[in-house]
């Protein structure tokens, strides 16, 4: 019986496209395209009522570039992301960060976006572990430490859309990645910022990361004053207001969790 012989096909191995490298870098320029791109990425990641005007960080970087932050004033940031080699083109921004250190108090991350396009390449992290590193050093500047940097998320109502939950899912991944951990027991009552007047606060979730101080040193009492601090020191929000008493109602324990 005569067998026959097949020669071997050899498959050259299915190359993935080259991932950019990505470059974060601090916005100085508020008239910089770069700059304006970011400004459109936010209003088009941020629903109206969760949102400052993006003038007021526009303004922000105005006021970073004429003279250095008061001591005890707040340090704002901008930061951008794109691919090394397009810096300079706007259709590129992959991401963007804004936030700020607080002398006295910590670090605190008001936004972060990421382009449809660049989604699923490590941009969020990198924009995240980035703005760690620059509030360091504005803590270091002072001879401060930067004991925690904290920041919200809106969680979808329990009927949003399965889309919705997904967003939420792959975002809180994002958090436990960079070191975050949710502030359980505590729903932050945030002013809505929507044209509307009578419109309602908008409930956020908080989470924490601990950076200078121990996460064993966020007991529920150091929880409910670095709480109260944000209403405070961000939002100009005392005790006896409806936003601070909703959010830090008798009884209230807040805790560190695991985010997922």
Known sequence: MQLQQFSAVQVAPVKAPAVPK???????????????AAGELYEETLPADERIPWAWIERSIRERVKSKPRPNGWHKHLLLAAPED???????????????????????????????????????????????????????????????????????????????????????RLFDR???AWIDGVNF????????????????????????????????????EVVGGLHQRVYRNAPGTALYDGTLSPGCEPRLRPVE
């Open 86 to 172: 397009r810096q300079d083109d706007p259709e590129s921004l992959a991401g963007y960060v804004y936030g700020a250190f607080l002398p006295g108090y910590g670090g605190y991350l008001c936004y972060v976006g990421v382009a449809e396009s660049a989604r699923r390449l490590g941009v969020g992290r990198r924009l995240f572990e980035h703005f760690f590193k620059v509030l360091k050093v504005d803590a270091g500047e002072l001879g401060e430490p930067l004991p925690f940097v904290i920041w919200e998320s809106h969680r979808p109502c329990p009927d949003a859309p399965d889309a919705e939950w997904e967003v939420w899912a792959a975002r809180t």
């Open 178 to 180: 960079v070191g975050g």
């Open 22 to 36: 990505l470059v974060v870098w601090e916005a100085f320029d508020p008239d910089d395209p770069m700059t304006k």
């Open 189 to 224: 009552l945030s002013p809505n910022f929507s044209d509307d007047p009578e419109a309602a606060p908008v409930p956020l979730q908080l989470f924490l990361k601990p950076v200078d101080a121990p996460e064993t040193a966020f007991t529920p009492e150091r929880l409910r």
